[in-house]
């Protein structure tokens, strides 16, 4: 027995060997010249590219989209002497009135939470499922109005 006559129990599995002549000439399948065609190519990602346009600011979640705190109700400021002005004496303000009069503007096709701010009211309104500000409550119920 001798080295050259010796057989493999299993057949021998290569990878295929491009750009040494026969059936892949040229390119070798490699496409055109350039980074690409090389061994060992890398393109840098272009997300890394992006992420480091953004600025970096200061504080807690600035570049987090807001996701601090999701569960946050946002409330659409609204003074306490527009309502006055816009409704007569003894009105119900809600926030479909407050839309209906065009004070406040729909979110998504929803009512917006509206939160009255002020602390001078001269008629008596009733505001039913609307936030108040202390001084805004205060004036209301002074002026003979209800806030529910």
Known sequence: MQLN???????????????????????????????????????RPEIRDMIKKLPKRRGHGKNRSRTVRIDRVEYLP????????????GDAVTAAS??????????????????????????????????TSKGAKAAIEKAGGSVL
């Open 5 to 43: 006559t010796i057989k493999a129990k299993s057949a021998r599995v290569t990878s295929m060997r491009v750009g040494r002549g026969g059936k892949r000439g040229k390119t070798s399948g490699r496409g055109g010249k350039g980074q690409t065609a090389r061994a060992g190519h890398k393109i």
């Open 78 to 89: 609204v003074a306490l002497a527009v309502i006055d002005a816009a409704f007569t004496a």
């Open 98 to 131: 407050l839309v209906k009069k065009g004070i406040v503007r729909t979110r998504s096709g929803k009512n917006p939470r509206v939160k009255v701010l002020g602390s001078e009211a001269t008629k008596a309104l009733a505001l039913t499922g609307l936030a």
